[in-house]
């Protein structure tokens, strides 16, 4: 297969982006596919992390300060914003093309001779822990695709696993508690895995203690003692059972970036079992990148893409956006929204009435809520400025247009609409 071929073939299999259904929640398929591919997760350390919120910077701050120490490092990471290769990695760079369509054609045949027929995302899971093994890889950092237990990632035995955080969310497999959603991310724990709980929800803490009296727990073991805010990030102090690590910088926004931060250290001195040096440190996250989330793509005006899709994201979303950049000028939204959220609660956490325009797309995706019908529950919720606009690149447009250099645009609600802006706003602005 050539590249695009390679695509072709992903896209006759279900996938869930697309369709919002799990067709087999169960670790059979993606286990007969590695089986028969002779095990390449077995093949290199794994640190692997799942959360309702925050895995995506963790795991990329994993990958950043492991590659700081000198390591070989694969991440597979998910969804993407613009091209599927974003989501395999090996040192922060993506898969190339030609390497992306061999992995496919090795699967394609595995397929054939396991029996079954994987979903899309079993597909990609195969390819990365493949090419890990293939481009000898030192250590691999996995992220969940969703909850835990059942993911195609937990064919994984994690040397290292990382829970960030529990809220709900995915309820229609997981649910109706947080109790459920946490039982379903501790299925990531393996025997004989060193474990980080980054959650700190108050009627967890017994269920954590009992799933892994060994864990290194937030508030407990590693904390993040000092969080403000400075110029294009944040500066924090961690303390962790081996040091206490302090003026530390890291170039996200928001207060949560330092708990995911913490997190991450955690989980590195975990896997080394020792402190990590100041300067490989500061090294590390000084590299970390995390397009789509919290993201600033102009200044003067300024616009910011955040891939928040769940109430817990969308608070954060709003409250770094009102508190950290507090915009003097005209503060626009643009929101498109997958239809299995719930949009009154979506839009309550991201305070969609104290935006002064609210410019409502349809999420470029197969579940994308309708910007007709998003516009209707925001008028209802007291926007008085709110329009439909079905694409995003032009629901960008309209909220650009006769900006001026004190006003804010963020566009936010879904990682597909966070995609779609991002390649847009980067060719529109100079």
């Not at 077995?42 to 640190?47: E, G, L, M, Q």
């Not at 994993?62 to 969804?79: E, N």
């Not at 000092?226 to 003026?247: E, Q």
């Amino acid at each position: 297969m050539n590249y695009i071929e390679a695509l072709a073939y992903l896209d006759e299999h279900s996938n869930f982006e697309r369709t919002g259904r799990v067709e087999d929640p169960s670790l059979t398929k993606i286990a007969a596919l590695t089986n028969l591919l002779g095990e390449p997760q077995s093949a290199y350390k794994v640190v692997h992390v799942t959360g309702t919120n925050g895995k995506g910077s963790t795991s990329q701050m994993i990958t950043k300060l492991l590659m700081a120490h000198g390591l070989k490092v694969g991440t597979f990471a998910s969804p993407h914003l613009e091209r599927i290769n974003e989501r395999i990695l090996v040192d922060g760079e993506p898969i190339g093309d030609a390497d992306f369509a061999d992995q496919i054609t090795a699967i394609a045949e595995v397929e054939v001779l396991a029996g079954v027929r994987p979903s899309f995302f079993e597909i990609l899971t195969a390819v990365a822990l493949r090419y890990f093994a293939d481009v000898a890889v030192d250590v691999a950092v996995v992220e969940v695709g969703m909850l835990g237990r059942w993911d195609a990632t937990n064919v994984v035995h994690a040397d290292v696993a990382v829970i960030t955080n529990i809220a709900l969310d995915h309820t229609e497999y997981a649910g109706p508690t947080v109790f459920d959603i946490a039982r379903e991310k501790v299925g990531i724990i393996k025997e004989g895995s060193d474990v980080v709980i980054g959650d700190e929800t108050s009627e967890l803490a017994d269920f954590f203690l009992e799933a892994a009296p060994h864990a290194a727990r937030r508030g407990e073991h590693f904390v993040c003692e000092d969080n403000h805010l400075a110029l294009g990030g944040r500066l924090i102090d961690v303390r962790t059972p081996y040091a206490l690590y302090s003026d530390i910088f890291i170039p996200l926004h928001g207060r949560h970036q330092g708990d995911n931060a913490s997190a991450a250290i955690a989980a590195v001195e975990m896997f080394f079992a020792k402190a990590i040096h100041r300067d490989v440190l500061e090294e590390g996250l000084a590299s970390v990148e995390m397009p789509g989330r919290f993201e600033v793509l102009h200044y003067q005006p300024l616009v910011i893409i955040d891939g928040a899709h769940n109430a817990a994201g969308a608070d954060v979303c709003a409250e770094v956006f009102f508190s950290d950049f507090d915009p003097v000028g005209s503060r626009r939204l643009v929101v498109g929204m997958l239809q299995s959220r719930d949009a009154y609660e979506l839009l309550s956490a991201l305070r969609v009435d104290e935006f002064d325009q609210v410019v409502c797309c349809t999420a470029p995706s197969p579940r994308g809520m309708p910007a007709r019908d998003l516009r209707d529950i925001a008028k209802e919720m007291g926007c008085d400025d709110v329009v439909a606009i079905d694409d995003v690149g032009e629901a960008c447009n309209r909220a650009l247009l006769n900006t001026s250099a004190d006003d804010a645009v963020l566009i936010t609600g879904s990682l597909y609409v966070v995609g779609a802006a991002r390649s847009h706003v980067l060719r529109v602005l100079p």
